[in-house]
Every structure is written in C-alpha cells, then in structure tokens.
C-alpha cells in the first residue's frame, strides 16, 4: 500500500504561484500559508525553497525588477532618442498595470545593502541609461538622467496604481505632458 503522492516543488514555482497571487489580488494577499494553500502543500514544505516571508518578498522583488528590466530592454529595440523615452516610459506603466502585485513587491523590501537588489536596480538604470545614448550628453549626465527617468516612471506608476491621481485629468495625457517635459529636460541638458 502505497500513501498520498507528494508534489515535487522547486523555487520557480513557489516564486510564480507567490506573483500570481500578489497580481491577482494585491501584494497583501501575499502569505506563506496562501502559497502553500495554492500550491496544495503544507507550508513547512515552502522552508525547502524560501527562507521565510522576508526571502519571499525579495524574491519576489527581484522578479519584479527582472520583469521590469525585460520589458524596458524588449521596448527600447530599435528605437532611439525622445522615441527611446516614451518607449521606455509606456513600457514601465504596461509593466506596472500588467503586474500590480509584482511591481508592489519592488517596494517591499530595502534595496540598499543588498547586492542582489542593488545590481537589478543597476540593470535597470543602465537599460534606461543605454537608451540615452543618442543624446548628446556625456556618460556620467547619462547615468543622472536614466536615474531621474526611472524615479519619474516609477512616482507616476505607483500614484496611478494606488489611486494617487485623484483629479478627472486624462492619465495618459498626464503621461504624455510628462513625456514632454523629461525629453525637453533633456534636450536643455544637450546644450
């Protein structure tokens, strides 16, 4: 007589079933008992791959800023200049809307001391930073502004996510007229 078979877990799934949860119905949602729950195992088996919540939510960090460099990576291909800004401005909010839960967890936990955070954080800047490149301004200008596009991008997208543009103004025009203003920010930066 043989028992109940047993399911045979690895670290993706444990991260994927976590994401989706947090997508679906908010990062608060988020508990090592809900995983367990969805993944239909006890939640001891989780300790195999997660070190506990706060593993978890860097986990789940990283990922979220793996998401995000990949489609800021995808959206800046072929294109350049004030082109490359709105691309990778319209690909951070697509990213944003896409994986609510998911981006919600990059703020979750402190990236600083962190290396591994710290470095997706880098990946990221350094996309934006790639993007810049047809603008006449030098590396370091370079690395300032890809780091004030991407603190820009992310304001807009966490006010947007959290109901935090209470106004009747059109988002995507409120979008749009910033846009406008980083890419003439940049332009006066060439000069």
Same mark, same amino acid.
């Given at each position: 007589?043989?028992?109940?078979?047993?399911?045979?877990?690895?670290?993706?799934?444990?991260?994927?079933?976590?994401?989706?949860?947090?997508?679906?119905? *908010?990062? %608060? #949602? @988020?508990?090592?008992?809900?995983? $367990?729950?969805?993944?239909? /195992? &006890?939640?001891?088996?989780?300790?195999?791959?997660?070190?506990?919540?706060?593993?978890?939510?860097?986990?789940?960090?990283?990922?979220?800023?793996?998401?995000?460099?990949?489609?800021?990576?995808?959206?800046?291909?072929?294109?350049? *200049?004030? %082109? #490359? @800004?709105?691309?990778?401005?319209? $690909?951070?909010?697509?990213? /944003? &809307?896409?994986?609510?839960?998911?981006?919600?967890?990059?703020?979750?936990?402190?990236?600083?001391?962190?290396?591994?955070?710290?470095?997706?954080?880098?990946?990221?800047?350094?996309?934006?930073?790639?993007?810049?490149?047809?603008?006449?301004? %030098?590396?370091?200008?370079?690395?300032?502004? $890809?780091?004030?596009?991407?603190?820009?991008?992310?304001?807009?997208?966490?006010?947007?996510?959290?109901?935090?543009?209470?106004?009747?103004?059109?988002?995507?025009?409120?979008?749009?007229?910033?846009?406008?203003?980083?890419?003439?920010?940049?332009?006066?930066?060439?000069?």
């Amino acid at each position: 007589m043989t028992g109940p078979l047993r399911r045979t877990l690895d670290p993706a799934q444990v991260i994927e079933c976590a994401s989706e949860i947090a997508d679906r119905e *908010g990062f %608060d #949602a @988020v508990t090592l008992t809900r995983v $367990a729950d969805e993944l239909g /195992v &006890r939640q001891p088996a989780l300790y195999r791959h997660v070190d506990g919540y706060d593993d978890l939510v860097k986990l789940l960090a990283l990922r979220g800023r793996e998401k995000l460099a990949g489609s800021l990576t995808e959206a800046a291909i072929g294109v350049s *200049g004030e %082109d #490359a @800004v709105v691309a990778i401005g319209r $690909a951070w909010r697509e990213v /944003v &809307r896409t994986h609510p839960g998911l981006y919600a967890a990059t703020d979750r936990y402190p990236c600083a001391g962190d290396v591994e955070l710290e470095e997706a954080v880098e990946r990221i800047v350094a996309v934006i930073a790639r993007a810049l490149g047809s603008f006449s301004i %030098d590396e370091d200008e370079r690395v300032h502004v $890809a780091r004030g596009l991407r603190s820009s991008f992310h304001g807009f997208s966490h006010l947007e996510s959290g109901d935090g543009h209470p106004h009747e103004h059109d988002l995507d025009d409120t979008f749009d007229h910033l846009l406008e203003l980083l890419i003439a920010g940049i332009r006066h930066l060439e000069r």
